[in-house]
């Protein structure tokens, strides 16, 4: 199973950017198709991006998309979510997960999870 830590998270205003990176290791990284998800306060977890094991392919949610941006740096064992035009919605907290080889937006196919980084974005 592959390990996974997130980092990044803070505060920032609205319309600032982060960029979130999500730290892997255990299991070859590069098998590993990855997808960050986020939480609010009294909310279910849901999907913000993932990307393919290459790094060819990614998918958004409809909310994010022209604003995040997610890349990996298989050299690294990295994966990044770059986060721009930020809002008072996107306040979560951010989840990486990996998934065996194949990208997907259904968060029940990811089983590597890691502990997640608060973002809060203020007005």
């Known amino acids: 199973q592959v390990q996974l830590v997130e980092s990044g998270g803070g505060l920032v205003q609205a319309g600032g950017s982060l960029r979130l990176s999500c730290a892997a290791s255990?299991?070859?990284?590069?098998?590993?198709?990855i997808g960050w998800f986020r939480q609010a306060p009294g909310k279910e977890r849901e999907f913000v991006a993932a990307?393919?094991?290459?790094?060819?392919?990614?998918y958004y949610a409809d909310s994010v998309r022209g604003r995040f941006t997610v890349s990996r740096d298989n050299a690294k064992n990295t994966v990044y979510l770059q986060m721009n035009s930020l809002k008072l919605e996107d306040t979560a907290v951010y989840y990486c997960?990996?998934?065996?080889?194949?990208?997907?937006?259904?968060?029940?196919?990811?089983?590597?999870w890691g502990q997640g980084t608060q973002v809060t974005v203020s007005s």
């Open positions: 990307i393919s094991v290459l790094g060819d392919s990614t």
């Open positions: 997960a990996a998934r065996p080889f194949r990208a997907t937006m259904n968060i029940r196919e990811f089983g590597a």
């Open positions: 255990g299991r070859t990284f590069s098998n590993y198709a």
